[in-house]
Nanobody, 123 residues
Framework: QVQLLESGGGLVQAGDSLRLSCAASGRSFTTYTMAWFRQSPGGEREFVAAIRWGSGNILHADSVKGRFTISRDKAKNTVSLQMNNLKPEDAAVYYC????????????????WGQGTQVTVSS
């Protein structure tokens, strides 16, 4: 059974940085995409970034490009999201997810999800 456990969320001020981590277990992720999505109250689940576990190829949403960076550590089986220059509009619950689809940005194509970690950004 796939397990995804997010950590690293918290309360920060605008302009600060945070690093989220997702510990993944339960299968080989070599042919899978790992991604971060976020969801704010009353909003839809929004794609943030994705990485292909095997190749390391990445995709970032335009809204975070240049500020956020996704990476993976094969030895530790973790996926991270480095978030710099945070803005109040980045506040949301951030979720880690996996999909067999190559670098998908569509939430419905992800079959496994973590419980999420809260990021709050004060202005």
């Amino acid at each position: 059974q796939v397990q995804l456990l997010e950590s690293g969320g918290g309360l920060v001020q605008a302009g600060d940085s945070l690093r989220l981590s997702c510990a993944a277990s339960g299968r080989s992720f070599t042919t899978y995409t790992m991604a971060w999505f976020r969801q704010s109250p009353g909003g839809e689940r929004e794609f943030v970034a994705a990485i292909r576990w095997g190749s390391g190829n990445i995709l970032h949403a335009d809204s975070v490009k240049g500020r956020f960076t996704i990476s993976r550590d094969k030895a530790k089986n973790t996926v991270s999201l480095q978030m710099n220059n945070l803005k109040p509009e980045d506040a949301a619950v951030y979720y880690c997810a996996t999909s067999p689809v190559y670098l998908s940005s569509i939430a419905d194509e992800y079959s496994d999800w973590g419980q999420g970690t809260q990021v709050t950004v004060s202005s």
